[in-house]
């Protein structure tokens, strides 16, 4: 299967996560720090709209074992961006677009296990393509987004925001 990448995503292997992460599947799940969460079998996928929240969520996931990169390539976990695909050498995951339906336009960038032969796109449960980052094509260089982003409101440790 393949699962969703939108703004950049931070991509992890399974028996990664089971091996090293304190209290396994279930564990990982409910700490998740927002709501971006898909996976297959083989892999998971966590969303997050800036740098420095990816490079903090990689530090976490570092500490409890999983390892980023090993010889300059990816091992536990691979950072993809959803218009540059993985950021570091990664021999275990392949990326590409995927179209959700039969308008050839309405495609999303996806990862999935390299050799993998299953093609249905696993999306986060909250996740519509209607007004998506990949339906809008939007993108945020970094910078103040002050003017282009507004803040909406909190859903506990989430702060949802709206492009303007």
Not at 17 to 33: C, K, L, M, S, T
Not at 97 to 107: A, F, L, Q, V
Not at 128 to 136: A, C, I, P, R, V
């Amino acid at each position: 299967m393949a699962v969703l990448i939108e703004a950049i995503s931070v991509v992890i292997r399974r028996v990664a996560i089971e091996r090293n992460y304190p209290g396994a599947w279930g564990a990982f799940v409910r700490d998740v720090p927002n709501q971006t969460l898909c996976a297959d079998r083989d892999i998971a996928r966590v969303g997050f709209m800036s740098p420095s929240d990816v490079g903090a969520y990689v530090m976490y996931l570092e500490g409890l074992g999983l390892k980023y990169k090993e010889n300059g390539k990816a091992k536990d976990l691979v950072v993809v961006d959803q218009q540059q695909g993985p950021l570091v050498d990664c021999d275990w995951v392949e990326y590409g677009y995927m179209n959700i339906d039969d308008k050839s336009e309405n495609r999303v960038a996806v990862c999935r296990l390299c050799g993998s032969t299953e093609s249905a796109l696993i999306t986060p449960d909250v996740w519509k393509y209607e007004g998506s980052l990949s339906h809008s094509r939007v993108f945020v260089p970094s910078g103040d987004k002050s003017e282009i982003i507004r803040f909406l409101r909190s859903e506990g440790n989430t702060q949802v925001k709206k492009f303007i």
